[in-house]
């Protein structure tokens, strides 16, 4: 709440905002998911309440435990504190806990799940309003089709493939992610009454003029980031087929099933997660040609062709431009990559691709600099450093780019110098054709899995107020609730336990097979993992009127975090100003450092011990648990909108 300035503190009255952003793990979820709730709840034993809380806001809970970029992790108070450096609360692994429990993965009826969702409308809708059409049975797509079929829409998804899950199917390692369980959250949804036409593209089958005709009233794109981006090195091209592959397109045809001929030694181009993913795979692909008519397309039989070829030798060397540290992948998938084998060329290169008819090698040269000082990409390298690695297969994994099929009959869409549709932020409505919206990549450009969630659901309320005409608003409410002190306890040891990863398969049997490299946790494991979990929705709130002066809190405050500084040492906006003059009778500038003491406290890594509370002998201290709610509500309807900031008389509270 306060930080150093030359005043030299600068504070603020705390408002909703404040208190909920506290909580660092719901504010950094895209789709703000109560993880506290979860994690919390899972330390208690109280599994299916957790599974209630992941589930209430997001339709691919499951999937999100295996393979979410888990942006709540980053901001988690318990990563930030001085008692335990050892890294946040595992909420991702943690919700997989809960999903393998009460998931679809372990349900008989799929129905189930959906009664857990907090989206508006019904789990079990009468299908009655406007026809919708979906154009990709991504998750992005699947969420908007999720929302607005539970508002009672008839919902149909276009799917280009002959699977459902878009970038999920074709993009993540079935090492990853399971197929059949991200079937069954897609299954799930078509429980709704979504109808989900496979293998039927929009531009090549039907057009959204075509569709229009048929009683279409909206149109949502969620066609993603499907095709690769192909290689500007010299010979890229004229070995394309012959060697040089898209990276891209190796993950889409060996996640669908299919033969895909990679040699003997590898060369990948590129340094992020996609590559990694390439790389990766590529260990565990070796399939020869003239194997094509072994494969089960959909039952992915090349993975067990690929266990038994994968002994053969083989060299994967992955060149890129940024050096080891700015590598564009996660660490985990890097570090990964390397113990399965993989060797890294940091500041590397691609200056051709060799070879006639086949590739042969591919020359390199390091790299001095990527930007230039006026801060575009400009490479400049060194000479001297000229190394051809011998290959004789190249991966180009460089980037994805849209595939703009869909647009046939509607070609004038406007589209935004990024490469992506020109849509309205807030409702994700296309700024030139009233019925079109977008989602995911090709609205936002390429994010986390779960920030396409979180634009698919703002887009359903985008439609829904084009096609009823009305305007919603986000309502939020919230109110402190004291807890008793006397009984007041964190749960025993939870700041001892320190993070631990879940349990991964043994390296040396991972390149040999597509199975699933993380395992779940014991619910032991679990539930010392969930009790880490600092609360941060209780908050130490001080009565200043009680107060005095004496200190204890301060001292024996584990993170230090508690300090005393005279009234004039702190500075703020209107409402600190107009809160110091009601407390003191004349305004801040006429005051002198003996006039009054204001306590201060660096909310951000408070542990929640309650020792201030417990030591404080005025009783002056209270632990106080931070309720919220929120809804969206027609606007015409709302009376309140705003929770107020609780000033007392006497100053402000924590
Ligand atoms: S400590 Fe708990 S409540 Fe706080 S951010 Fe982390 S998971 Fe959320
Ligand atoms: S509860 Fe009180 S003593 Fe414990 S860390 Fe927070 S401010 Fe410090």
Redesign the pocket.
């Known amino acids: 709440m306060a930080e150093e300035t030359k005043a030299p503190y600068r504070v603020k009255v705390p408002d909703i905002d404040y208190w909920r952003g506290k909580?660092?793990?719901?504010t950094?979820c895209p789709v703000k998911t109560d993880?506290?709730g979860y994690?919390?709840a899972i330390g208690e034993g109280r599994y299916e309440d957790a599974y209630a809380i992941a589930r209430a806001p997001n339709p691919f809970a499951s999937m999100c435990g295996r393979i979410c970029g888990c942006p709540?992790?980053t901001?988690?108070?318990?990563?930030n504190v001085g008692v335990d450096t050892s890294g946040?609360?595992s909420?991702r692994a943690l919700k997989r806990f809960a999903t393998e429990q009460y998931g679809v993965e372990n349900l008989k009826d799929l129905h189930k799940s959906l009664e857990y969702s907090n989206a508006r409308g019904s789990s079990r809708p009468v299908l009655d309003k406007e026809k919708i059409a979906v154009v990709g049975g991504g998750v992005a797509g699947m969420t908007a089709a999720h929302d607005l079929a539970r508002l009672g829409y008839r919902v149909t998804v276009f799917e280009e493939l002959e699977i459902p899950g878009g970038q999920m199917a074709t993009g993540v390692p079935i090492y990853r992610l399971s197929r059949e369980l991200m079937n069954l959250e897609i299954a799930a949804i078509c429980e709704l009454g979504v109808d989900l036409r496979l293998g039927v593209s929009v531009g090549r089958d039907v057009t959204i003029p075509q569709l229009r005709e048929e009683g279409y009233k909206a149109f949502i794109i969620a066609a993603g980031f499907m095709a690769g981006r192909p290689s500007p090195t010299p010979g890229a091209e004229k070995l394309r087929g012959k060697g040089v592959h898209i990276g891209i397109d190796l993950l889409r045809e060996v996640n669908m099933g299919k033969p895909y001929h990679v040699g003997e030694r590898c060369v990948v181009i590129g340094g992020g997660n996609v590559a990694m993913d390439v790389v990766r795979m590529t260990v565990r692909t070796n399939v020869i040609p003239g194997l094509s008519q072994l494969s089960k397309p959909k039952n992915y039989a090349m993975t067990d062709i690929s266990r038994v070829l994968a002994s053969k030798a083989k060299t994967i060397d992955c060149i890129f431009g940024e050096s080891r540290a700015q590598m564009n992948a996660d660490e985990y998938e890097i570090e990964e990559a390397i113990l399965e084998g993989v060797k890294l060329h940091p500041q590397t290169w691609p200056v051709e691709i060799l070879g006639e008819d086949h590739v042969t090698g591919i020359l390199t040269k390091k790299v001095k600099s990527l930007i230039d000082a006026t801060g575009r990409f400009n490479p400049q390298l060194i000479d001297g450093t000229e190394k051809v690695i011998e290959c004789d297969t190249v991966i180009v994994s460089i980037g994805q780019m849209v595939n703009w099929n869909f647009l046939t009959g509607i070609e004038d869409l406007a589209k935004t110098p990024r490469g992506t549709i020109d849509v309205d932020p807030e409702t994700l409505q296309s700024t030139n054709h009233p019925d079109v919206f977008a989602v995911g990549d090709i609205a936002v450009g390429a994010r986390l899995f779960i920030d396409g969630i979180a634009s698919a659901q703002k887009c359903a309320v985008g439609v829904d107020e084009f096609l009823t005409g009305k305007s919603f608003k986000l309502v939020k409410r919230g109110y402190m609730r004291a807890l008793p002190i006397v009984n007041y306890g964190m749960p025993d040891k939870y700041d001892a336990f320190i993070r631990q990863e879940p349990p991964e398969r043994e390296t040396h049997s991972r390149a040999a097979g597509f199975d699933l490299v993380e395992f779940n946790y014991t619910e032991k494991a679990a539930r010392e993992q969930g009790m880490?979990?600092?609360?941060?929705?209780v908050n130490v709130v001080f009565d200043a009127e009680k107060c005095i002066l004496c200190g204890l809190c301060i001292n024996i405050c584990p993170e230090s975090i508690l300090k005393m500084v005279p009234v004039t040492d702190v500075t703020g906006d209107a409402d600190v100003a107009a809160l110091i003059e009601a407390k003191y009778g004349v305004p801040q500038e006429e005051l002198l450092p003996d006039d009054g003491t204001i306590m201060l406290m660096d909310g951000t890594k408070c542990i929640r011990c309650a020792l201030c509370a417990k030591i404080c002998p005025m009783d002056c201290i209270s632990m106080e648990a931070f309720e919220y709610e929120e809804s969206l509500v027609p606007v015409e309807t709302i009376t309140r909108t705003a929770f107020p900031p609780v000033p007392t008389a006497a100053g402000y509270k924590s």
Do not use: F, M, Y
């Not at 909580?23 to 719901?26: D, E, S, Y």
């Not at 880490?532 to 929705?537: A, E, G, S, W």
């Open positions: 909580i660092g793990c719901q950094g993880a506290r994690v919390i709540c992790e901001k988690c108070t318990r990563g946040p609360v909420i880490r979990c600092l609360r941060c929705h």
